[in-house]
C-alpha cells in the first residue's frame, strides 16, 4: 500500500537520522520544507522531497494537505497509564493546601492507587488503559514508554507488567515497558525498607527476567522514597535480567537521583525540578539523557525543572508527559510544548525536538521514529491549517491536529 501526502504547507523532515540526541545549539535545529510531499509504503516513510520536484508516484491513496504542517508524531518516554482510578478527591485536598508529602503521609498518593489496582482485575486494567492509548494517539502520541509501580506486591507488579504486555501486542505504536516495583514503600514495608527491597531483588525481579516483562528498571529516588544506596541495589540486581536503568530523581529534593542515574548508566533520569549547578554540569557530561515533566509541574504547583539551563550547558534535553493519576492526569503532549515554551523559556523546535527525536533516543527507539526520516514508522501529525509551528504552543491546549496518522493509517 503506498499512500502519498501531498501540498504539505510545512513538512519537518530529515534525510538523515542523528546518531545521537540533540543538545545545546542543535537543539533548534529543524530541517523544514515548504510546500513538499511524502511518500508511505507499508506503514513506512519511503521519500520525502518538494511539490515542485514530484513525478507520478502511482500511490493508491493521496492525501491533500493543503495549508497544513506535518511533524513527527510525538514520543512519550515517561508515563503510568495503566491504573485503576483517577484521583480528583486528593486534587481537591491539594486546593486545601496538603502537600504531595502530606497526601502519602495518610495513604493517599501512589499507595491509594495501588490499592485500588489490587482490587482490580487485569482485563479492567488493559481495557482502561488501551482507551488511554488510544486517546493519546488522537493527540499525537507515536510511541509510549510506561511504568508498573501501583501494584507494589509481587503478584500486582506482574499483573501491570502483564497489562503493559498486552498493550505492546494490541496497540499499532511501539511499547516500551519499565518495571517500577520501587515506586514507594508499600504501608507494611514502611518500617522495614530491608525487606521489601529483599522482594523486589528476590522475588520480583527474577520472574520479570524469566517472562520478558520488562525492558527497563526505575527507581524512584527521592526524599521519603528510595535512598540513594536501596536505589544503587535494585539497579544493580536488575542488571543481571538486563533491564537497564531510567530513574525518578530531584522531584521533592536535591537527593543525589542524578548522581546515581549517571554512575549507573541510566539511559535517562527524570523529573530534575530540584537541581542545581552541580546536577546540571554532571548532566551536560553525561550520556544520560535529563527528562522534564513540565505537565507534573504544572498540576502540583512545584518548580519547573530548569530546562533552560540543561539545554545551555549542553544536556541531552528530553521532555515527556508522566500522564498519572496523581501528580499529571494529562498526556496531551501539545500542552506540554506550551508548558515548555511558557514556562522553560524553548524555543518551539527545541520543545518539538525534546519530545520526538530526543525522546526516541531515550527509549532506544530513533531507528524507528521521533522523525520524518525514510525507513521510520509514517507516524505522523499533520495540524490545523496554520502558518508556522510556533502556533501550536501559542495557542495553549488548543486542539491543533487534523490527523494523525499511526503507520500511514488515519487513528
Ligand atoms: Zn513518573
Redesign the pocket.
Do not use: R, W
Given at each position: 500500500m503506498r499512500t502519498l501526502f501531498i501540498n504539505i504547507k510545512t513538512l519537518y523532515a530529515n534525510k538523515e537520522n542523528p546518531l545521537k540526541p540533540l543538545r545545546g545549539k542543535a537543539l533548534r535545529n529543524i530541517n523544514s520544507l515548504h510546500n513538499a510531499w511524502v511518500l508511505c509504503e507499508n506503514g513506512i516513510i519511503s521519500s520525502f522531497g518538494l511539490m515542485e520536484n514530484l513525478e507520478n508516484m502511482n500511490a493508491e491513496e493521496s492525501i491533500d494537505c493543503n495549508g497544513k504542517l506535518m511533524l513527527p508524531a510525538f514520543v512519550d518516554s515517561?508515563t503510568?497509564i495503566v491504573f485503576a482510578a483517577t484521583r480528583e478527591s486528593e486534587f481537591v485536598d491539594k486546593i486545601n493546601g496538603l502537600t504531595y508529602e502530606e497526601i502519602a503521609q495518610r495513604g493517599g498518593g501512589i499507595l491509594n492507587s495501588a490499592k485500588r489496582l489490587q482490587n482490580s482485575s487485569e482485563d479492567q486494567l488493559y481495557t482502561d488503559a488501551f482507551a488511554r492509548a488510544l486517546q493519546l494517539m488522537k493527540q499525537g502520541t507515536g510511541a509510549i514508554e510506561i511504568?508498573s509501580g501501583y501494584g507494589l506486591t509481587i503478584s500486582d507488579e506482574i499483573k501491570m507488567l502483564r497489562v503493559i504486555a498486552r498493550l505492546k501486542d494490541s496497540l499499532p505504536i511501539p511499547v516500551k515497558a519499565t518495571f517500577l516495583g520501587a515506586h514507594a514503600f508499600p504501608q507494611e514495608f514502611k518500617q522495614n525498607h530491608e525487606g521489601y527491597i529483599q522482594q523486589i531483588i528476590s522475588e520480583m525481579l527474577p520472574i520479570i527476567g524469566a517472562e520478558h516483562l520488562a525492558d527497563y528498571v526505575d527507581v524512584f529516588c527521592d526524599k521519603g522514597f528510595f535512598s540513594v544506596e536501596e536505589t544503587a541495589r535494585i539497579l544493580d540486581a536488575a542488571k543481571k535480567y538486563q533491564l537497564k536503568p531510567r530513574i525518578?530523581g530531584n522531584e521533592l529534593g536535591i537527593t543525589g537521583g542524578v548522581q546515581v542515574a549517571i554512575a549507573h548508566k541510566a539511559l535517562s533520569v527524570?523529573h530534575l525540578e530540584e537541581i542545581g549547578p552541580e546536577e546540571i554540569e554532571l548532566l551536560s557530561n553525561s550520556e544520560t539523557i535529563a527528562t522534564v515533566?513540565p505537565g507534573t509541574s504544572f498540576f502540583l504547583g512545584i518548580p519547573y525543572a530548569p530546562a533552560r539551563k540543561l539545554v545551555d550547558a549542553g544536556a541531552a534535553l528530553c521532555i515527556a508527559s508522566?500522564y498519572?493519576p496523581g501528580t499529571c492526569p494529562n498526556g496531551r503532549m501539545s500542552f506540554l510544548l506550551s508548558l515548555a515554551c511558557i514556562k522553560m523559556k524553548l524555543l518551539p523546535e527545541e520543545a518539538l525536538n525534546a519530545c520526538t527525536i530526543n525522546a526516541a533516543f531515550a527509549l532506544e527507539l530513533q531507528e524507528e521514529v521521533g522523525s520524518i526520516s525514510p525507513g521510520k514508522r509514517a507516524n505522523l501529525i499533520l495540524t490545523n491549517p496554520m502558518d508556522s509551528l510556533a502556533r501550536i504552543p501559542y495557542t495553549f491546549g488548543e486542539d491543533m491536529i487534523s490527523q494523525v496518522y499511526i503507520n500511514a493509517k488515519p487513528v
Open positions: 515517561h503510568h511504568k525518578h527524570d515533566l508522566d498519572n
